[in-house]
């Protein structure tokens, strides 16, 4: 998969609220699919659809040394998000600046 259409595909998985929420969940911690059920209140086959599109996007991986599959959080995948913000980051900066002038001016 070319860079520009993998960029396009990790937008369209972190758009959905509920994976954002289990992004959230296993930036704290290492969690089974019973634990991510418990705490975003969705049904087993809800987050295992989840977990599923995050895994494909490489998001999430799995520990199968376990007795139970533990999800780990990959944040590497974010970093395009990351790279395509910088620009967007230099204009508010930007903004946010003239703004901080013109009021310093009106004082």
Not at 30 to 50: A, D, F, N, R, Y
Not at 70 to 85: G, R, S, V
């Amino acid at each position: 998969m070319d860079k520009e259409k993998y960029t396009t595909n990790l937008f369209d998985v972190i758009a959905e609220k509920n994976r954002r929420k289990m992004i959230d969940l296993l930036r704290v911690r290492p969690m089974s699919v019973g634990e991510l059920v418990e705490l975003t209140q969705l049904s087993q086959p809800g987050v295992s659809k989840h977990l599923r599109k995050l895994k494909e996007i490489g998001l999430v991986f799995i520990d199968k040394d376990s007795q139970k599959h533990i999800y780990h959080l990959n944040a590497k995948p974010l970093a395009e998000i990351d790279n395509w913000l910088k620009p967007y980051r230099k204009y508010w900066s930007n903004k946010l600046d003239s703004l901080e002038q013109l009021l310093d001016e009106e004082e």
